[in-house]
């Protein structure tokens, strides 16, 4: 198992991966109208804008790229873990990288999540210090949490 940094050649593998783990995993929390709200705010060129602006790292088990996550400062941003590898602790490897990256620089972290991803979120100590709704298109509502977690990083 690595993780590496994606490049601008990488967009379609994050793409795969996020846009995979949406269609499989959130019509068992969300209605139709939040999937593909998520897949239109995963878009091709949100992708390429993060890859970027920000760092994003691609998960590489035995040769197959199976997670992803990103940073932006102290948020950590569209973490995914294809659903037939999920439950194997790549998320929380990903999770404990992205983590190590901003604990340089800051002493909170801050991550918006969605409900299937919410119970990884809190085993490693992240706490919900907003709930938030987004109403889509067609009505159908998103609702997420905002999390915190203290860092072991400096103060900025």
Known sequence: MNIKRANLEDI????????????????????SGVVNFFLNHHSENNIQKAIETEIVLLLNVDGTIVGTGSVHKNEINRVFVLPKFQGLGYGTKLLEELEDIIEKDYSKIILDSSLPAYNLYDK????PVKYEKIITSNKDVLCFHTMEKLSKGPSK
């Open 12 to 31: 379609q593998i994050v793409k795969h991966i996020v846009h995979t783990t949406i269609k499989e995993v959130y019509p068992h929390y969300y209605p």
């Open 124 to 127: 490693h100590g992240y706490l």
